[in-house]
């Protein structure tokens, strides 16, 4: 894996970059890095720094998240949607989204429900906030600088403390929605989410299941106490994803993604 650039050197680079939040194995952006391996499209990887202000980055593209992927001279994709289109326009094999109008529609609704407002991803953060925000400021005190990076974070995902209360439920639905689904294309002889192949929700779903149970060490190294944050340990709630929706997660990466995660 090359080096990371940052913005000035990016700037300067013709192709596809991809801007990525350096050290931290994010659903989104690995997602997006899973996207462009499939499709044998390599990419300059540029820093961005999580919950610092990245200027440059801003002033480049018009933004300060990660991931943003840029081709050519192109605006910056932001948006996973925009993402898989701007994968299957540069590269259209392996197609990564199904050629079934009714398959590609069910395709876009799942992955929303992993990436998209309310999803997946975006619950387990209201959660992951709840447990910093949520602490007496004998703990944490109000003037502490992470408190302030956290309420930061938080604005960007509506968090209030009825958000994170429901977030639980809506993760557990997701959850069991995605189990039934490959339950069913179980049923039915077929290996992956949606269709008769591998399409972009199968590495949606690889990427964000990091969210419920990461990957072991040896294959995505993570600060330990990132690991336990990441990870559901509440029964209940841990029982909504299947056995089966994991070990698809475990398949996806053995047969169409790099491993170990380079972060």
Known sequence: MPDWLDVAQARQLPGLRLVLSAGVPGPWGEAAKGLFFVKSLPYARVRQAPGEANAELRAWTGFDNAPQAIWQDEPARIAWPELIFLAERLAPEPALIPPSLAERAQMFGLAHELAGENGLGWSRRLMMLEGTLSLPASVLPE???????????????????????????????????????????????????????????????AAFAAMVSPLPADQCAMAAGMRRVYEITDPALRSACSPELLAHRDLVYREHLELPIQL
């Open 143 to 205: 003037a502490h600088p992470l408190r302030a990076q956290v309420q930061t974070l938080g604005r960007k995902y509506g968090y209030s403390q009825a958000a994170a209360q429901a977030a639980p439920a809506r993760v557990a639905g997701i959850l069991r929605l995605l189990s039934d689904q490959l339950a069913e294309q179980q049923r039915r002889g077929r290996r992956f989410l949606v269709g008769e192949r591998l399409s972009a929700l199968d590495l949606y779903w």
